[in-house]
């Protein structure tokens, strides 16, 4: 609380009191003599604690009527952030789920056509097969270039090439991921340390990674099928259909769970759209990358500081 | 004396049915009775008694159908014979009735009569006239293994088609009985154009018509004929776009065609190797079609062994599905579970 609140706070006290007092006053005529000074202090008490009830509902009302910030704004200080995914990486995720969300609404209803609500999206909701398969190849499209532009991500940005160094799957994640059951079922007393990236990432990347070799290879040969063969058009769709099923599947329930329906998150982990988490979050969740960031930057102020006195002495 | 009286009136009563039909055979029953149209055609105008003796009608006189006669010598041209006169519901005479003539009046024919098209049928045209048999009798014009011809009366080149074709070769040459003629896929009264949606040859639901014998009810499997076909064409795309209301995409018929279907390995049949790119390549389907593309097995159920590499990745993905599932669900619930304790005060 800063000096300026406590001395407002303060102020109103006295008024209260001498409120209270003068009230009295005009009361004391009245009062029968007899009355017993218990029973005075009591009735003090009540007008007292009623003045500041009243004067804390006119200020609530006062506050909230002219002031610039809501309560929410006025959060005490505010908490360090920490960039995680950078404007590139939040426009690729973008555009693939955006790519997806289409692929999947015109494509799941053609895997079970015999459910109503499939004819009634590609009937009624598409207007017809023709624009549904359209919209597919569309975002099929969307789907190929976040494929592209992912792949020259990672081998021209400075961070996509460490972020992919990152992913790559390691033996801790085998361990971590042992250490998260043995958590759960109550055999840990904490759950493992992540670093930037956890084997439930790593999981949800790589899962991505092969479902968009297995889509696009499959659906261009769908695409183009009359320059194939027929066995080979037969093998694509049996694989697009699959997998397209296993990807919604471990989209909705996995994905979906780790970035929106997990009470810890829920509604939704804006780092999608923010790309930053709060010094808290990144403690909680990546405690070993925030220990790799702090001591970096311990090292750095060091660096400057000798650099600084090397500088000043040589200056001397 | 009452029953003299009645036995007289009844004999009297036989004795002028007999007489009516004497005196109409008086003329009818000549061989040569004919008449000379204006173009110079002659029309015969004998009425052969031994076939109406044999015709579900054996018993009716002349005059019951030609109710216009009611002189002798009658008008030169009599009306048109009406059916319904005893064939409505509840007819005195128990003449069979039902729906059918309704449904007779909905259908291409009959809207072509009511319309005032001389060339469309009536019931005597498929039926027979003096001829006329109960439906079930063998000797019926549209009896199974009659009806084609039947109908090509009309419809000749359908029936030269439909003849050499493998219904009709094994309906009219093998007699199997099984093998559909017209009615079985058109209908029967109800026939209907195929462009008309409610047709049972219509895009919308030759499938279902084809599978009324295809289909896994079928009786194409008594015959060595694989029930899996419109099975499979459900689940293939061309079926999935016709349960999408998709008309321009291939049906059975667009590929097996409807009334000259062969045998694969008939050369003149659609589906021949040698002919199977031409049939992919129509032009509102697959233009670009090369041998390639058309090669291999059209009907394929991934879920049987025959399928060969489909059915190994349908299994790899089944196992790949539900394995990995199954891990994420159970990570969730444990997770959730663990949520759970700690909020109620756990460790």
């Known amino acids: ?316 | 004396m009452r029953l003299q009286i009645l036995l007289i009136l009844l004999f009297l009563a036989i004795g002028s049915q007999v007489a009516a039909m004497e005196r109409c055979l008086i003329c009818h029953g000549k061989p040569d009775f004919s008449r000379v149209e204006e173009t110079g055609r002659k029309i015969s105008l004998f009425v052969d008694t031994t076939i109406i003796g044999h015709s579900a009608h054996s018993s009716r006189l002349c005059t019951d159908c030609h109710v216009d006669i009611t002189t002798i010598p009658h008008a030169k041209r009599l009306e048109q014979v009406n059916c319904r006169r005893c064939h409505y519901s509840g007819n005195p005479v128990g003449a069979p009735q039902g729906e059918l003539y309704d449904q007779y009046a909905q259908s291409v024919h009959g809207q072509e009569v009511m319309k005032g098209n001389p060339k469309a049928p009536i019931c005597q045209d498929c039926h027979g006239a003096h001829d006329v048999q109960k439906h079930d009798s063998p000797d019926s014009r549209m009896a199974k293994k009659n009806r084609p011809k039947n109908c090509g009366s009309c419809h000749i080149e359908i029936y030269a088609t439909y003849r050499e074709s493998v219904h009709g070769v094994a309906l009219l040459q093998d007699s199997v009985m099984d093998s559909p003629d017209c009615a079985n896929c058109h209908g029967e009264h109800n026939i209907r154009r195929p462009s008309d949606t409610t047709s049972q040859v219509s895009a919308s639901h030759v499938s279902q018509t084809c599978g009324e014998c295809h289909g896994p009810m079928g009786v194409a499997t008594k015959y060595g004929i694989k029930s899996d076909r419109t099975a499979t064409f459900e689940d293939s795309f061309h079926g999935i776009a016709h349960q999408m209301e998709s008309r321009t995409v291939a049906n059975c018929a667009s590929c097996h065609s409807f009334h000259d279907i062969r045998p694969q390995d008939d050369p003149k049949s659609s589906i021949n190797v040698n002919n199977i790119v031409k049939t992919c390549g129509q032009t509102d389907c697959h233009p670009e079609a090369t041998v390639q593309f058309a090669s291999g097995k059209i009907h394929v159920d991934p879920h049987n062994k025959d399928s060969g590499l489909v059915y190994y990745i349908t299994k790899f993905f089944t196992i790949l599905t539900v394995a990995t599932l199954a891990g994420l669900f159970v990570f969730i619930v444990l997770d959730l579970f663990r949520r759970a304790q700690k909020s109620r005060g756990g460790k």
């Open chain 1, 1 to 316: 609380m800063d000096e300026r609140t406590q001395n407002a706070q303060a102020e109103r006290e006295q008024i209260i009191q001498s409120l209270t007092r003068s009230i009295l006053d005009a009361a004391k005529p009245h009062i029968d003599p007899a009355t017993p000074q218990a029973e005075i202090d009591k009735r003090t008490r009540e007008i007292t604690e009623r003045l500041q009830f009243e004067s804390s509902v006119a200020l609530s009302e006062l506050v909230t009527r002219f002031s610039k910030t809501t309560p929410v704004d006025a959060k005490p200080t505010e908490e360090r952030t920490f960039l995680r995914f950078g404007r590139n990486f939040r426009a690729q995720h973008m555009l693939m789920f955006t790519s997806i969300i289409l692929l999947i609404l015109t494509g799941m209803p053609l895997k079970f056509p015999e459910f109503g609500i499939s004819k009634f999206m590609i009937v009624t909701v598409f207007g017809g097969l023709q624009n549904s398969t359209l919209i597919h190849r569309i975002a099929a499209v969307g789907l190929i270039i976040v494929g592209a532009w992912h792949l020259g991500y990672i081998i021209f940005s400075r961070m996509g090439r460490r972020d992919f160094w990152l992913m790559i799957p390691r033996p801790q994640d085998a361990k971590d991921a042992f250490h998260t059951v043995l958590y759960y079922i109550g055999r840990k007393p904490s759950g493992p340390k992540f670093g930037r990236f956890s084997f439930i990432e790593k999981f949800d990347y790589w899962a991505v990674y092969w479902g968009m070799v297995v889509m696009i290879g499959s659906g261009l040969i769908l695409w183009f099928k009359e320059m194939f063969n027929k066995g080979l058009f037969d093998i694509a769709r049996e694989a697009h259909s699959d997998e397209g099923l296993l990807a919604t599947l471990a989209i909705i329930i996995w994905h979906f769970y780790n970035v929106h329906f997990n009470p810890e998150v829920f509604p939704m982990s804006w780092v999608w759209w923010t790309g930053r988490l709060t010094e808290s979050e990144l403690k909680h969740h990546h405690p070993l990358e925030y220990a790799e960031i702090v001591n970096a930057e311990r090292k750095a102020v060091e660096l400057r500081a000798e650099k600084q006195s090397a500088s000043s002495e040589s200056g001397s």
